[in-house]
C-alpha cells in the first residue's frame, strides 16, 4: 500500500476524532460518549488486516495523542492492543452477522470509554454513561461500516 493511502486512512480517523471531540460535549449530559475515532479505527483493521501490522496502530495512536492532548501512550496502547485482538479473530468476524460484529465492536469502544475516564477522569466514571455508550456504539458500528465500506470501495477501487 502507498504511503498516500496510509495518510487517507489517518485523516479519516483523526476525522473520526474531530467529531467525537465536537459532538461528544452536548451529549456528555445525556450520558452517552461516541466514539466515532476508535470505530473508524477499528472498522480499517477489521477491513485490510492484511495491511495493517503493529507498527502503524503504534503511529496512529502516536498521531492522535499527539493532535489530541491525551495521555501520552494511551491510544498507542488501545490502537496496538485493538489491533491485536482483531487479527487474532479477523476470520471467525468474517462469518458474524452484522448484529455480533456491533456487539463486539461496541463492547471494545465501551472498553476504551471506561478504561479513558478510569485513567484520565475518575470522579466523572459512569456504568450509565458506560451502558447508554454501548447501545448508541452497537448502532452507530453498522453506519460506520456501511459508510466506510464504501469510501473504502470509492478510494482503493476494491470490488
Same mark, same amino acid.
Given at each position: 500500500?502507498?504511503? =498516500?493511502?496510509?495518510?487517507?486512512?489517518?485523516?479519516?480517523?483523526?476525522?473520526? $476524532?474531530?467529531?467525537?471531540?465536537?459532538?461528544?460535549?452536548?451529549?456528555?449530559?445525556?450520558?452517552?460518549?461516541?466514539?466515532?475515532?476508535?470505530?473508524?479505527?477499528?472498522?480499517?483493521?477489521?477491513?485490510? *488486516?492484511? #495491511? @495493517?501490522?503493529? $507498527?502503524? *496502530?503504534?503511529?496512529?495512536?502516536?498521531?492522535?495523542?499527539?493532535? @489530541?492532548?491525551?495521555?501520552?501512550?494511551?491510544?498507542?496502547? $488501545?490502537?496496538?492492543?485493538? =489491533?491485536?485482538?482483531?487479527?487474532?479473530?479477523?476470520? #471467525?468476524?468474517?462469518?458474524?452477522?452484522?448484529?455480533?460484529?456491533?456487539?463486539?465492536?461496541?463492547?471494545?469502544?465501551?472498553?476504551?470509554?471506561?478504561?479513558?475516564?478510569?485513567?484520565?477522569? *475518575?470522579?466523572?466514571?459512569?456504568?450509565?454513561?458506560?451502558?447508554?455508550?454501548?447501545?448508541?456504539?452497537?448502532?452507530?458500528?453498522?453506519?460506520?461500516? &456501511?459508510?466506510? #465500506?464504501? @469510501?473504502? #470501495? &470509492?478510494?482503493?477501487?476494491?470490488?
Amino acid at each position: 500500500m502507498k504511503l =498516500s493511502n496510509y495518510l487517507i486512512i489517518l485523516i479519516s480517523i483523526i476525522l473520526g $476524532f474531530c467529531i467525537d471531540t465536537f459532538i461528544n460535549q452536548f451529549t456528555v449530559q445525556l450520558f452517552i460518549e461516541l466514539n466515532f475515532g476508535f470505530l473508524i479505527f477499528s472498522y480499517w483493521i477489521f477491513a485490510m *488486516p492484511e #495491511r @495493517f501490522h503493529s $507498527f502503524i *496502530p503504534l503511529i496512529y495512536g502516536l498521531v492522535i495523542d499527539l493532535f @489530541f492532548s491525551t495521555a501520552f501512550g494511551f491510544n498507542m496502547l $488501545f490502537f496496538v492492543a485493538t =489491533s491485536y485482538v482483531i487479527h487474532l479473530y479477523v476470520f #471467525r468476524f468474517r462469518i458474524f452477522s452484522y448484529f455480533q460484529l456491533s456487539v463486539f465492536f461496541a463492547g471494545s469502544s465501551v472498553f476504551y470509554i471506561a478504561c479513558k475516564y478510569l485513567l484520565l477522569s *475518575p470522579l466523572n466514571y459512569s456504568y450509565i454513561l458506560l451502558i447508554v455508550s454501548f447501545l448508541t456504539n452497537a448502532i452507530l458500528w453498522v453506519g460506520i461500516y &456501511y459508510v466506510m #465500506r464504501s @469510501f473504502r #470501495r &470509492y478510494i482503493f477501487q476494491v470490488t
